[in-house]
Antibody, heavy 117, light 109 residues
Framework: EVQLVQSGAEMKKPGDSLRISCKTS????????IGWVRQRPGEGLEWMGL????????RYSPPFQGQVTISVDKSKNTSYLQWSSLQASDTAVYYC??????????WGQGTLVTVST | QSALTQPASVSGSPGQSITISCTGT?????????VSWYQQYPGKGPKLILS???ERPSGVFSRFSGSKSGNTASLTISGLQADDEADYYC??????????FGGGTKVTV
C-alpha cells in the first residue's frame, strides 16, 4: 500500500526560507506524479503544481509559478515544496498527493506552515 | 484558471439523497471526463471518493455516485448518513494541463 508521509509543522517569520517534504513508501514504482495542494485556514483546496518522480517534469498552477519550487529526490522517494521568502499569506496546510490517471490518491497527512512575526 | 463553482452548503436528513453540483467551463469540466471528488473531515486530509466522473475506488460506498452534463458535474449521496457530514470538493483536469478544484461544499446531516 502506497503511503505519503509529510514533514512536521513549521513556524516561520516573514522573509524566512522553508522546504517541506513528502516521502513515498510502499511502492518501488516511480512512474507517477506527486502533486501539492494548499489549504488556507477555513478555505478550500488549491492545486499548486506537480512533479514527475522519474523524469522530474514540473508543472505549476499560474498563481504559484515563481512563488514556490517543487522538486524531487528520486533516491529518497521524496518530493519537496520550497519557498525562498515566506509571507504571512503562505500560512496554510500543505498536502501532497500521488496523482495518476487524472486523480489524486493517496494523500499525505498535511504540513501546517505558520508564518508570523 | 478560476475555481470550479460549488454550493457553499447542502443539508439533508438521514436516509435522504442530496446532490452537489460542480460547474466549470468548456476548458475543464465540459472538455474532459476527468472529474474527481474528495471528502474531507475537519482537521483531516482529503480522501478520493470518485474519479473519472463516476468511478468509485475500492472501499467507497455505492451510496456515492457521480454524473456530468455539459460543464456541470454532480455528486449524489444516497441514503444520507451522519458519517457523511464533511466537506466535499470537486476537481477537474483542464485544457492547460493543470488541475482546478471547486470551492468546496459543506454537507450537514
Amino acid at each position: 500500500e502506497v503511503q505519503l508521509v509529510q514533514s512536521g509543522a513549521e513556524m516561520k517569520k516573514p522573509g524566512d526560507s522553508l522546504r517541506i517534504s513528502c516521502k513515498t513508501s510502499g511502492s518501488s514504482f516511480t512512474n507517477y506524479w506527486i502533486g501539492w495542494v494548499r489549504q488556507r485556514p477555513g478555505e478550500g483546496l488549491e492545486w499548486m503544481g506537480l512533479i514527475h518522480q522519474s523524469d522530474f517534469d514540473v508543472r505549476y498552477s499560474p498563481p504559484f509559478q515563481g512563488q514556490v519550487t517543487i522538486s524531487v529526490d528520486k533516491s529518497k522517494n521524496t518530493s519537496y515544496l520550497q519557498w525562498s521568502s515566506l509571507q504571512a499569506s503562505d500560512t496554510a496546510v500543505y498536502y501532497c498527493a500521488r496523482q495518476y490517471n487524472y486523480k489524486a490518491e493517496p494523500w499525505g497527512q498535511g504540513t501546517l506552515v505558520t508564518v508570523s512575526t | 484558471q478560476s475555481a470550479l463553482t460549488q454550493p457553499a452548503s447542502v443539508s439533508g436528513s438521514p436516509g435522504q439523497s442530496i446532490t452537489i453540483s460542480c460547474t466549470g467551463t468548456s476548458t475543464d469540466v465540459g472538455l474532459y471526463n476527468y472529474v474527481s471528488w474528495y471528502q474531507q473531515y475537519p482537521g483531516k486530509g482529503p480522501k478520493l471518493i470518485l474519479s473519472d466522473v463516476n468511478e468509485r475506488p475500492s472501499g467507497v460506498f455505492s451510496r456515492f455516485s457521480g454524473s456530468k452534463s455539459g460543464n456541470t458535474a454532480s455528486l449524489t449521496i444516497s441514503g444520507l448518513q451522519a458519517d457523511d457530514e464533511a466537506d466535499y470538493y470537486c476537481c477537474s483536469y483542464t485544457i492547460s494541463d493543470s488541475w482546478v478544484f471547486g470551492g468546496g461544499t459543506k454537507v450537514t446531516v
